[in-house]
């Protein structure tokens, strides 16, 4: 099977970054998963021996914890700080700005309107920082706005890192339409679009394709979702070991892209078993 890749694939800036900080701090511990991989995971605690923690409960005395990209909420943080535990932050500088973003306008006594997913590590973290609790709304839909009532005359507004500008766009004409004064932050990171854009055209071209990431991770749903539009046969992976031999039967060119906390090495993995396939 011959397999072509997209022009942009796999890890980001953030996440290049976080793993890079848990590299250089062995034996240390991860609050929360450092990154959406389970392998990644899996080889930074035995190359490295950084282990996952659940719970401040966890944490002992001369600890080190890493944050992981996404995040986590500010109490939590404050909290860690007060243990005598040695704290490295590695949360994307893309997500710290949307947290700095919701403390500051919500100092200025703005309502804060996240578009994301409230489930999500990174919005719960983003939405903590806001000064009211009960004046910080999260939606997915432009529909939801019409069940919020805002505490303020004036909202602003960010979005998670890894979704779609269009909706954006959505959710902040209906905000327009309907209030004085919305300041509207675009947070959503470039890395996401590069890679996004890379499998909207390389889905185009090829007729299977195969997505690889953890598929708990919002960013490399995305991608499948992206690459089903133009391309039936997409399937999503989390390593070589779930390819099935039937997904290209029939099939010529086989396009793989990668969400952005994949590591070239399973890629990889990837890639060679594929190309084995006749
Ligand atoms: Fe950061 Fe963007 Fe990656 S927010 S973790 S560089 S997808």
Redesign the pocket.
């Known amino acids: 099977m011959k397999v072509k890749l997209a022009a942009n694939y796999g890890f980001?800036?953030?996440?290049k970054r976080?793993i890079k900080i848990a590299e250089d701090y062995k034996n240390s511990s991860t609050m929360g998963p450092l990154i959406h991989n389970q392998d990644e995971i899996n080889r930074l605690k035995n190359d490295f021996n950084v282990g996952l923690y659940n719970g401040l409960e966890d944490v002992k005395d001369n600890d080190t914890i890493i944050i992981r990209?996404h995040g986590i909420p500010k109490n939590d943080l404050k909290n860690l700080r007060k243990q005598k535990a040695k704290v490295i932050n590695a949360t994307?500088?893309?997500?710290t700005t949307p947290q700095q973003i919701v403390k500051k306008m919500s100092k200025e006594n703005y309502s804060i309107l996240i578009f994301g997913d409230e489930h999500h590590p990174e919005v719960k973290g983003v939405a903590s920082y806001a000064e009211d609790a009960q004046d910080v709304h999260i939606i997915m839909e432009p529909s939801e706005l019409e069940n919020l009532e805002f505490k303020n005359n004036k909202i602003a507004t960010v979005a998670q890192?890894?979704k779609k500008k269009e909706k954006y766009l959505e959710i902040v004409n209906a905000l327009i339409l309907k209030n004085k004064e919305v300041r509207v932050f675009n947070t959503i990171?470039?890395?996401?679009f590069e890679n996004q854009d890379a499998a909207r055209e390389i889905s185009k071209e090829v007729d299977v394709m195969v997505v690889i990431g953890g598929k708990n991770s919002s960013?490399t749903k995305q991608l499948h979702a992206i690459c089903k539009e133009s391309c039936d046969d997409s399937y999503l992976i989390e390593n070589e070991s779930e390819i099935e031999e039937s997904w290209f039967k029939n099939k010529t060119l086989c396009g793989v892209t990668a969400g952005?906390s994949t590591p070239d090495w399973i890629i990889q993995q990837v890639v060679n078993k594929i190309e084995l396939i006749n």
């Open positions: 980001c800036f953030g996440v976080a990209t994307c500088p893309f997500v890192t890894t990171c470039d890395a996401t960013n952005a």
